[in-house]
């Protein structure tokens, strides 16, 4: 009942003051429902208007833990590894990463007489397996029976990484993967042979202030967006359309764990950090899926990824809605692609103001309508300091960590379940950036009233540092 109440709250898009009714309610069902439960232990209580929930202490298990009874790294040239606790069951919340190598040249088989996990749920693995080969993900994660006993994995690298998590719900047998490592450097030396070994240079490519990321590809969309033009009577985003399938490959939701339809948006930022606002953020347990366009359909590049770690703003102002910022660290990197990139970050001093802008989101289609299957776009100007204050003078008070998007007349706007989503600027040259973060307003493309976003500038060192870290 709380967790229903908590997400209903939580995927609203309302103004604080509104809000802010809820506030009592919301507290009486975490004091009753709270020391109930056993799922999350240690944590701390967080209430705020827009969301009631628990969040996990730095020194909680409930995330799963890495443990000495599974994973490590495995040099032999033949070998097996298997799940916690094998032949038994194994247990909840484990997370585990075995690493095989080969000698340099080498290459691995991998395969696994049995394997046996928790099978999808609504297309989502519960329990998973991912494989990488060196850097680079093999297909989708792995539950289920989806590995045969027959089929052999052979690596094109040195290198295989193995990623096991099991969650806290049922326990399943498991697996065995029996590997062979082949050196492709053996054989015989007749004539002797002087090998020249140029040391090796690791490039680090730091986060550089500017339009920037983790990633030299950020903001770059290898699949053009389709034209937008302004509709003569709104609906959609709202008043949007729909966008091509890749056409905002940073774009990603946040899904609750038996869900399909994401509550709330935000933005890639590497193939491990998503930013999005504070207010989004309630139930520790959520899901971040990259690559969604369609939520009823399951490319091969779409893909769900659990939640390693969350950092909030200290100074989120739960009563002004100030600093709504928050950053997702994902419990695996997420594979890039055409599909799934991350988006840059504008230089510190950037004012968006008088720029026309575009976002995109699966929200509401208009104020208590129902949300989008597919990824809606539109385009909305910036608003200039004074016609943003102007707009919530008797209302609420901007702060200069926000900006206002939208038109006067209304009926383009995002609504409930676009919050988080990124406000992107698409330059005439060079990559796109993230300039806002959708947060709240009155109504949806309300006359009068535009959306008010997070300003992403204001927060860039915060961002980076905590990245770093």
Not at 129 to 154: A, H, N, Q, W
Not at 183 to 212: A, E, K, R
Not at 270 to 276: A, G, L
Not at 297 to 319: A, F, L
Request: glycine share 8%.
């Amino acid at each position: 009942m709380t967790s229903k109440l908590v997400r209903q709250v939580q995927a609203s898009r309302h103004s604080p003051a509104k809000i802010l009714q809820l506030q009592n309610l919301l507290d009486v069902f975490l004091q009753v429902s709270h020391f109930s439960s056993t799922m999350f232990h240690p944590v701390r209580v967080v209430c705020l208007p827009l969301f009631c929930g628990l969040i996990l202490s730095t020194a909680s298990t409930s995330k799963g833990k890495k443990n000495a009874d599974c994973g490590g790294v495995y040099t032999e040239q033949e070998g097996t590894i298997t799940s916690p606790g094998w032949p038994d069951k194994y247990p909840n919340r484990r997370r585990c990463v075995y690493e095989i190598r080969a000698s340099p040249g080498g290459k691995i088989t991998l395969q696994f007489p049995t394997f046996r996990l928790e099978s999808r749920m609504r297309r989502y693995c519960l329990d998973w397996m991912k494989l990488y080969d060196g850097d680079t993900l093999i297909e989708r994660p792995f539950c289920g029976r989806e590995i045969g006993s027959d089929r052999v994995f052979t690596s094109k690298t040195s290198k295989i990484r193995v990623f096991f998590k099991s969650n806290y719900r049922r326990r399943f047998r498991g697996f065995i993967g029996t590997y062979k490592t082949s050196n492709d450097l053996q054989g015989s030396v007749t004539t002797p042979v002087i090998v020249v070994t140029t040391p090796v240079v690791v490039v680090t490519t730091p986060v550089v202030v500017g339009h920037m990321s983790n990633d030299s590809r950020c903001g770059i969309p290898a699949v053009p967006r389709t034209p937008w033009t302004r509709p003569t009577k709104g609906n959609k985003i709202v008043g949007g359309n729909i966008a091509a399938p890749g056409s905002y490959p940073w774009q990603v939701g946040l899904l609750n764990v038996h869900a399909v339809r994401p509550f709330c948006g935000g933005a890639l930022l590497s193939e491990n950090w998503v930013v999005t606002v504070a207010q989004c953020i309630g139930d520790p347990t959520f899901l971040v899926v990259v690559g969604e366009h369609d939520v009823n359909n399951s490319p091969e590049w779409k893909e769900t990824v659990e939640v390693k770690q969350i950092i909030v703003h200290p100074d989120y102002s739960d009563v002004t809605l100030d600093n709504n910022i928050a950053l997702v660290k994902l419990e695996s990197p997420v594979s890039l692609n055409d599909y799934v990139q991350p988006i840059c970050l504008p230089k510190r001093d950037f004012k968006p103001e008088g720029k026309v802008v575009t976002v995109a989101g699966w929200g509401h289609t208009s104020e208590g309508g129902a949300p989008s299957p597919v990824l809606l776009q539109a385009e909305v100007p910036v608003l200039t300091a004074a016609e943003c204050y102007a707009s919530y003078v008797t209302n609420w008070i901007i702060a200069k960590s926000m900006i206002c998007t939208g038109y006067a007349a209304g009926g383009v706007d995002t609504c409930q379940g676009d919050s988080g989503g990124p406000v992107v600027l698409f330059p005439s040259e060079g990559p796109a950036y993230v300039v806002g973060l959708v947060s709240w307003g009155i109504g949806c493309a309300s006359p009068g009233y535009p959306g008010v976003s997070t300003r992403v500038s204001t927060y860039v060192d915060w961002i980076v540092h905590n990245m770093d870290d």
